[in-house]
């Protein structure tokens, strides 16, 4: 059957978030990631400033050289994440075949929508008008039969754009465009692709197949299916997801491995959190550290028995931050946190386990109180340094059930 895919991504977000509180903000050259004269990267750009060059990931001064007429704001993660959880809200009004990706994407399964929504096309113009009506906000989206098709689409068109991809024409489609807008071609695939003369999307879909794998591994065959328009991957809902993660980009880079303790910690609870609300339990796990200079390593480990307590996770994922602060003594700009490797599975083994027993009921507890109070109501020791970030953001209680 044709699957029709919609990947809806807002344009600007940070900056049309600021700048649809402050109309005055409207059309100028922004940027929003701190003061100019700061250490720190470009977040999110306007398309003004980007006809200057300036560029998400870049340093602000920088951006400053590039477009010193620029705006510079320093930003309110809060403000993003209410636009962020009232943009999500609107989608799944369309579909239940929702998956939410970061902050300000995400991809719609409309496949069989038409009765009620209407053509592919028609129900993306009625997505972009919720957006726009309801929170000020622009989006693009691009419809194909794939993700990875549609997910490119929809960066072609931006910014407030819609563009279809027909269905049997994703390799046309894809063949012009430069390597480096595949998905999965990150800066040092790039590299290597280009010296073996790879420069467009094309010229990785006719390499043979066996010659992408003996260069690049499975991950050879992935982008060489994707080159090709195929890409089987399916939406998937956050509830049956193969993973949870949660990561946090800083307004300031840093090396304070006592700061970084504290956000980790503060991911493990929030992913330890979702585990138990979900039912499941984890045995894999990896931390992710993007650096200053924007290289983002990843490590990863097994456990021997699945779990869903923070204090677990917690112990063995510091293990990977202590070797990876070990290795290379850089400003760190974003440090997150993945489990996957997720089972439903009972909790019996543990029935005679006291110390597992306890820590279970501890966070059962944790739990409550922070649905009812909010997530920053109660804090470990470790998160203690962070008091003033988290007390920004205050959800209503909510009654005990
Ligand atoms: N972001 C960030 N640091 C980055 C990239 C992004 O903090 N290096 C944040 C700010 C962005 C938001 O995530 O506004 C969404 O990222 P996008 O890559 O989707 O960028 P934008 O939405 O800003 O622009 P576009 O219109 O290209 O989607
Ligand atoms: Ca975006």
Known sequence: ?????????????????????????????????????????VASASYEARTFGVQAGMPLTAARRLCPQAIFLQGNPSRYRDASVKFMDILADFSPSLEPVGIDEAYLDATGCEPICGTPQQ?????????????????????ASCKVVAKIASDLCKPDGLLQVTTGQEAIFLAPLPIAKLPGVGRKTEQALK??????????????????????????????????????RKVQAP?????????????????????????????????GSELRHQGRQTKCLTLKL???????TTRRLSLREAADADQIIFAMVLQLLDKAL????????????????????????????????????????????????????????????LKELLLQTKPEPRPLK
């Open 1 to 41: 059957m044709v699957r029709y895919i919609l990947h809806v991504d807002l344009d600007a977000f940070f900056v049309s978030v600021e700048q649809a509180l402050n109309p005055e903000l409207k059309g100028k050259p922004m940027v929003v990631g701190g003061h100019p004269n700061r250490r720190g990267v």
């Open 239 to 271: 509830g049956e997801a193969k993973s949870i993660s949660r990561e946090i980009t800083f307004a300031q880079d840093t090396v304070d491995a006592h700061f970084l303790k504290a956000v980790l910690h503060y991911l493990c609870e929030r992913v």
């Open 290 to 296: 993007r650096y200053a200079d924007f290289e983002t």
């Open 123 to 143: 129900l993306a113009l009625k997505i972009k008008e919720r957006i726009k009506n309801e929170i000020n906000l622009t989006a693009s989206v691009g419809i």
């Open 195 to 232: 010296e073996m003369g790879i420069t467009t999307i094309g010229n990785l879909a006719t390499l043979p197949l066996k010659v992408a794998k003996r260069y690049f591994g499975a991950a050879g065959i992935t982008i060489h299916n994707y080159a090709n328009g195929i890409d089987n």
């Open 326 to 385: 070990a290795q290379k003594q850089n400003l760190v700009r974003l440090i997150g946190i993945e489990v996957s490797n997720l089972s439903t599975e009972g909790k019996q083994l543990h029935m005679f386990d006291l110390a597992r027993q306890r820590l279970e009921y501890l966070n059962k507890a944790i739990d409550r109180i922070r649905r009812r109070y909010g997530f920053a109501s109660i804090q470990s020791g470790w998160t203690l340094p």
